[in-house]
């Protein structure tokens, strides 16, 4: 990660219930900015299903991702792209980023594949690049929630399937922050690299599954589309993100 390309970051919706660890990674964000532009992208699991809960809704996953009903979507949309988006603009803008918030589809930025069998859901893909470049040009900081539309319907999108088609799309550097220090072992270790053929043989053991076969997934997808590697590390330590860019080797990389 050398070169001035966008960097973009998936934050998950859990890291914003942890007031200390958003504004710890928020300031360490500002210092990223300084060298590059800067790209967040955010889930909202756990606000998500709060807000369900509270609207009387029962909720499922199939593969990591989430079950979403059209009559569940004004709720989704509303925690997502309302209360958690809303909210880490705030945060961001106190950290000095000049955030913007967006929904994905915001000036056709992303276009949208629908998964039918998971309800109102949709694959992200690279759409049109003029609003966030313009914006970075602008030295604006975006920040996507995993909210698009189709033919006026609302669709909840995998926030890290949706950052994997931004930085596609931005031809930038993908890192993907998580709970945990990167992707694991059975034994809880931390796998430093892998490539598609190792990671093909965690899923098949079982090791990796759920929201982490995703998150792999939506890691190799860009690694293998830009021919460059991918992290996926954890937001406990901000600082490890500097080290990051300075070529450090911090969580799992990614290979293409």
């Known amino acids: 990660m050398t070169e001035v390309r966008p960097l973009i970051v998936k934050l998950g919706g859990r890291l914003l219930q942890e007031p200390t660890a958003i504004t710890a990674l928020l300031a360490v964000c500002q210092q990223i900015k300084q060298q590059r532009p800067l ?141 945990v220090p990167g992707i694991l072992q059975a034994d809880g270790s931390l796998i430093p690299q892998l490539d598609a053929q190792a990671a093909n043989r965690l899923v098949a053991s079982g090791v990796i599954k759920g929201g982490m076969k995703v998150k792999l997934d939506a890691a190799l997808e860009t690694a293998q589309a830009l021919k460059r590697s991918i992290v996926v590390a954890g937001w406990q330590q901000p600082d490890l993100l500097l080290a990051l860019l300075a070529g450090q080797p911090v969580g799992s990389r990614i290979q293409p």
């Open 39 to 179: 790209v967040l992208v955010h889930g909202g699991g756990a606000q998500v299903e709060s807000w369900l809960q509270t609207f009387g809704f029962v909720t499922e996953k199939i593969d990591g991702q989430r079950v979403s009903p059209p009559e569940q979507m004004p709720v989704i949309a509303g925690a997502l792209a309302g209360a958690v988006n809303a909210e880490l603009v705030a945060l961001a803008d106190s950290a000095g980023l000049k955030p913007v918030g967006l929904t994905l589809g915001a000036g056709g930025s992303c276009l949208f594949e629908a998964i039918p069998q998971l309800g109102a859901v949709a694959k992200a893909l690279p759409g049109q690049p003029e609003l966030l470049q313009g914006l970075l040009t602008q030295g604006f900081t975006p920040v996507l929630s995993s909210i698009g539309h189709s033919s006026g319907a609302l669709l909840n999108v995998n926030a890290d399937l949706a950052a994997a088609a931004l930085c596609q799309l931005l031809q930038g550097d993908l890192l993907l922050l998580t709970d």
